[in-house]
């Protein structure tokens, strides 16, 4: 592991002689492990030691500025991948997409992945989550439709990233078009995909299908419980909310901080504070947090 206070120099590489190659795999790893300025280190000393970088090695330090939102580094990249000639390509283009996506810049995610000579799912599940975690459900549904006529495959990420935006507008008709699908396609059994389903029935105000598609899943882990409980409290159903709390500890089912905020939100829209008092108090010990309440 690097320090994030020592900067690669030419003695520290010169003992192994790493490749361009090498150091793409490099800088991916430091960014996996959230080192993005480690990552940045080393393309700058990739460029001074006069190593031109290739396709791959680019691919690898776009994440970085994603990470950082450095916007500046990150256009500058991308004159690097035009001048170049590298542009359009389907890892490059994806790395660009997203780096864009988290600057906030759809702009210029749109015009990237318009000049895309070749989209495969990755690409598309990239867009469609970039307009819908930009507040543009509606371009992301848009997307997704593209998608389809496309020929491109989809995925349970592509559904459940088209459900988060039917739920973010909310939009029930799109909602149950998707449903639709995914019995059609045997997406019905995916539990992320079933637990965004009964998100967006929930928010259209839908409990009845929401509750509906819980009862028929085959399988259900703590995605899908907190779901539910959410949904009920979301409607100020506590009771209901309760219920299945406890139906979800009875089925041996760890709870989270997810479940947390759902039974606390649950007790707050039902205007429960007792009850809210005591399940912080009983969930935080479960937890393992130490609970102080200031008056």
Known sequence: ??????????????????????????????????????????FRWLLKEKMRPNSLTLASVLPACAGLVALKLGKELHGNILKHGLDGRLHLGSALTDMYAKSGRLDLVHQVFERM???????????????????????????????????AKYDCVSISAALSACANLPALHYGKEIHGFMIRSAFISDLFAESALIDVYAKCGNLVLARSVFDMMEEKNEVSWNSIISAYGSHGCLQDSLVLFHEMLGNGILLDHVTFLGILSACGHAGQVDDGIFYLRNMGSQLGWSIVLAW
């Open 1 to 42: 592991m690097i320090s994030s206070s020592v900067k690669p120099d030419s003695i520290t590489f010169a003992t192994f002689l790493p490749s361009v190659a090498e150091l793409a795999s490099l800088k991916q790893g430091l960014v996996l492990n959230g080192m993005n300025n480690n990552a940045l280190e080393i």
């Open 117 to 151: 000579f070749e989209r495969d799912t990755i690409c598309w599940n990239s867009m469609i989550t970039s307009y819908s975690q930009n507040g543009k459900p509606e371009e992301a549904i848009d997307i997704f439709r593209q998608m389809g006529m496309a020929g």
